[in-house]
Nanobody
């Protein structure tokens, strides 16, 4: 049974930081490219950050470049998202996802697995 379990969300003031984690189980984590997505109320889901199987390739949405860092620890089956200089517009439900190829995850296509998400709220 595949599971992606996010944690680390919470409420923070603008300018603050949070570190999200996503623990994967039930599949070969190291063989999948991973990503973080977010969805705010009334808005469509958007891709935030993506990372290849060994972490050699990463990509970010323009809105978070320079502020967010995606990383992974394949020995711990864990994905991370370090979020610094948070802004109120970063408020959303953040979910991690897995796809069998870099192409799939970075283009939000044919994502194989999704987590349920962790809420991030940034106040001004």
């Amino acid at each position: 049974q595949v599971q992606l379990v996010e944690s680390g969300g919470g409420s923070v003031q603008a300018g603050g930081s949070l570190r999200l984690s996503c623990v994967a189980s039930g599949y070969t984590y190291s063989s999948y490219s991973m990503g973080w997505f977010r969805q705010a109320p009334g808005k469509e889901r958007e891709g935030v950050a993506f990372i290849s199987t060994e972490g050699l390739s990463t990509d970010y949405a323009d809105s978070v470049k320079g502020r967010f860092t995606i990383s992974r620890d394949n020995a711990k089956n864990t994905l991370y998202l370090q979020m610094n200089s948070l802004k109120p517009e970063d408020t959303a439900m953040y979910s991690c996802a897995a796809a069998s190829s870099w192409y799939s995850i970075s283009r939000w296509r044919n994502v194989d697995y999704w987590g349920h998400g962790t809420q991030v709220t940034v106040s001004s």
